[in-house]
């Protein structure tokens, strides 16, 4: 389905029923992805009507007119909540830019959002000012470099536990999304508004709904400490450090990462219930 707006259309696909669940994938991917790692644990209830969204300029999604990427894709996901779901409360499943993204949500509009789930989310916008660990790549399947010789280099260069599953995950969610973008856009929107104009970082009011910030603690690309500087405007937060896992946690700690997903959304429904 799509979404107008000026100058173009927002994909959106939404599954289940329930309480809506706004879910915004990360930077130069789609909705695809975390379709894959979220249904096996949102399917399970019927609590949650899941919403998943290409984000402007990815996937299936037009891009937006103006140069201010991320205040303006915030403004549009509002824009959408409000006009597909009016006055519905929501919750917000994020990764890596997604989370800087609906972070912002939080900031301008936190009035209708129940809770947030956080993977690897970035919490600062410029490479230069977050807290990044060394490289650390913890095991290597050798086997898999012969028998995938043309996609080992690029799934190896962020892998920090190499599997079977970690690599056909990449080949299929993945390397072909980032394929397909348009690498113009995505460079141009770095370039012009990557980050907020505001400070997001700084609520205007601490946000008490359930939430969980998650993050591998070999995660090179976004890190994991800076998190912490959120603690005092989440007081109901969990911060939780994985190790042996990067940025793309969902598949090197499947098990992990999907015990914490059920426990956010078992607060979620214990918080719902008490209303």
């Not at 173009?8 to 789609?30: C, E, M, R, S, W």
């Not at 190790?243 to 969902?250: C, M, S, T």
Request: aromatic share 14%; hydrophobic share 35%; with cysteine.
């Amino acid at each position: 389905m799509f979404y107008e707006f000026p100058g173009g259309k927002l994909f959106y696909k939404v599954t289940g029923k329930g309480t809506p669940l706004l879910i915004v994938h990360g930077f130069a991917v789609d909705h695809s992805m975390m379709e894959a790692f979220l249904e096996p644990v949102l399917g399970r209830s019927e609590l949650w009507k899941r919403v998943y969204v290409d984000l402007p300029g990815m996937g299936k999604s037009d891009s937006l007119p103006l140069d201010k990427y991320a205040d303006d894709a915030c403004a549009l996901l509002s824009r959408f909540m409000e006009d597909t779901f009016p006055g519905e409360p929501y919750g917000l499943v994020s990764h890596s830019f997604g989370g800087y993204i609906t972070r912002h949500l939080i900031y301008s509009h936190p009035g209708r959002i129940i809770g947030a789930f956080f993977a690897a989310p970035v919490i600062y916008p410029m490479i230069n000012e977050r807290t990044l660990p060394p490289r650390e790549q913890r095991f290597r399947d050798k086997s898999l470099e012969s028998r995938y010789p043309e996609d080992y280099e690029s799934y190896s260069r962020t892998a920090v536990i190499e599997s079977e599953y970690g690599i056909k995950m990449y080949l299929q969610y993945i390397k072909p999304v980032l394929e397909r973008q348009n690498r113009a856009n995505l460079k141009f929107y770095q370039k012009s508004g990557y980050s907020c104009s505001v400070d997001i970082n700084r609520l205007k009011k601490p946000f008490r709904s359930p939430c969980v910030f998650l993050t591998g603690r070999q995660d090179e690309i976004v890190g994991t400490e800076d998190t912490l500087v959120l603690q005092k405007d989440y007081p109901c937060a969990d911060f939780i450090q994985m190790d042996d896992a990067g940025h793309n946690l969902f598949f090197e700690q499947k098990d992990f990462f999907e015990q914490i997903l059920q426990h956010w959304l078992n607060r979620m429904a214990e918080q719902a219930s008490r209303k």
